[in-house]
């Protein structure tokens, strides 16, 4: 049910939630409608499951996925325009395609992006990116955040970190990655090893077959 609008442009996915897990949308900007001026707040009902999230801290709910198990049907509904949703451009955010499709995967039951399998017992089968932790974390001295990635085989990888504005402010992977998980380091430096400002900042990785994001929240 409708409870306020809210003015929030960005949304994340609730970790966890088989639609939401590691999405983060922006409705804002010329690469989707940029036609929401009043973004609804809603409260989910008794069968409703919040799946994004304006604010993951107050709960503030985008978006619920309903399985109604006496009729054997599913719905997502999210209470702003999807339209708005951007489309791919390299921005640290998921397409308008990535959200369409893990809306796909749950309501058609996909069990996602499987890729070839390299023929090692311990290469992963999928792809993945883990969120960071510790998030919010603190810059300076030794202080860093940490997360990892898997890939199936050996492939082309990039892994870049953007303030919220999309500009690129560190290059942490620009190279070809074994097969397997990786961990990987960000201390809050831009490139030329200057402390980031408090604030929130965003990590993607991308190959020929898979692109990710999620926020890390930087203070100082």
Request: hydrophobic share 40%; glycine share 10%.
């Amino acid at each position: 049910s409708f409870v306020a609008n809210i003015n929030d442009f960005t949304i994340d996915g609730v970790t966890g939630d088989p639609v939401g897990n590691g999405l983060a949308m922006i409705t804002a900007g010329q690469f989707g409608a940029n036609n929401q001026t009043s973004r609804d707040v809603i409260e989910p009902d008794s069968l409703a499951v919040p799946c994004v999230m304006y604010d993951t801290t107050n709960a503030i709910a985008a978006g619920v996925r309903i399985l109604d198990p006496v009729n054997n049907s599913r719905v997502v509904f999210f209470s702003f325009g999807f339209e708005a949703v951007n489309t791919r451009t390299g921005l640290p955010f998921n397409a308008r395609e990535d959200v369409l499709q893990a809306v796909l995967n749950w309501l058609f039951g996909s069990t996602g992006v499987v890729a070839h399998h390299d023929g090692s017992s311990d290469a992963p089968l999928t792809y993945s990116l883990g969120q960071n932790y510790p998030n919010p974390f603190a810059a300076g001295g030794v202080n860093r955040t940490e997360f990892s990635y898997q890939i199936p085989r050996e492939m082309d990888v990039e892994i870049y970190i953007y303030n919220i504005l999309g500009q690129r402010i560190k290059t942490l992977v620009n190279s070809k990655v074994l097969p397997g998980t990786h961990t990987m380091y960000w201390n809050g430096r831009n490139e030329a090893g200057n402390l980031m400002p408090s604030g929130v900042y965003f990590y993607s990785i991308k190959t020929h077959q898979f692109i990710k994001s999620r926020k890390i929240l930087l203070m100082r």
